[in-house]
């Protein structure tokens, strides 16, 4: 069965960074589509970066120059990296595998547990 590991969550100060991780397996991760997404408390799951197996990615407007999203097919592992971060990035961020499918605004395909990131102001 599909497994999504994310690690790398925590609390940071604002304006600092962090490195979120995504260890896929059950998957043949090199021609899956991946992405973040992140549900903060009360708020509906919004998509933060997506990452397409030829490596094309796209960005929330909120995080565009301020978060990169990368991959290692020989780790099967996806990356995002988190900087100049603020309080409202604070959230539950989740990764997500989804096969072909470019659709990131629709919420559909396998998804990990979940990784806690809180800035504090």
């Known amino acids: 069965q599909v497994q999504l590991v994310e690690s790398g969550g925590g609390s940071v100060q604002a304006g600092g960074s962090l490195r979120l991780s995504c260890v896929a397996s059950g998957i043949i991760f090199g021609i899956n589509n991946m992405g973040w997404y992140r549900q903060a408390p009360g708020k509906q799951r919004e998509l933060v970066a997506g990452i397409t197996w030829r490596g094309n990615t796209n960005y929330a407007d909120s995080v565009k120059g301020r978060f990169t999203i990368s991959r290692d097919n020989a780790k099967n592992t996806v990356y995002l990296q988190m900087n100049s971060l603020k309080a409202e990035d604070t959230a539950v961020y989740y990764c997500?595998?989804?096969?072909?499918?470019?659709?990131?605004?629709?919420?559909?395909?396998?998804w990990g547990q979940g990784t806690q990131v809180i800035v504090s102001s």
């Open positions: 997500n595998a989804r096969g072909f499918d470019f659709d990131y605004e629709t919420l559909r395909g396998s």
